[in-house]
């Protein structure tokens, strides 16, 4: 069973940046196509960026383009979404996720606990 672990979140001031990192320790992430996702108070999940097995990426979202990016560490089993120009309604918890898929798909087959991310001032 691959688990997931996200770290990196916190509370952080409008046009701040946080890097979140997804992990796993007994698994290579390397064969797993990565998304990473977020979930806001009363709202429905929404997918965020993928990242493909190739190094492909793709936004889910029209909300982040220019301001968040999703990058691999293989070296570091370490899959990466930099996030630039915080906004509040950047704040959510936001999760990675797993499939068992050499590109960027919809459904996921495993899921992080989640960090949680907050913008306020």
């Known amino acids: 069973q691959l688990q997931l672990v996200e770290s990196g979140g916190g509370l952080v001031q409008p046009g701040g940046s946080l890097r979140l990192s997804c992990t796993a320790s007994e698994f290579t992430l390397d064969g797993f196509t990565i998304g990473w996702f977020r979930q806001a108070p009363g709202k429905e999940r929404e997918g965020v960026l993928c990242i493909s097995t190739s190094g492909t990426t793709a936004t889910y979202v029209d909300s982040v383009k220019d301001r968040f990016t999703i990058s691999r560490d293989s070296a570091k089993n370490t899959v990466y979404l930099q996030m630039n120009s915080l906004k509040p309604e950047d704040t959510a918890v936001y999760y990675c996720?797993?499939?068992?898929?050499?590109?960027?798909?919809?459904?996921?087959?495993?899921w992080g606990q989640g960090t949680q991310v907050t913008v306020s001032s």
């Open positions: 996720a797993a499939a068992w898929a050499p590109s960027c798909v919809y459904e996921y087959d495993y």
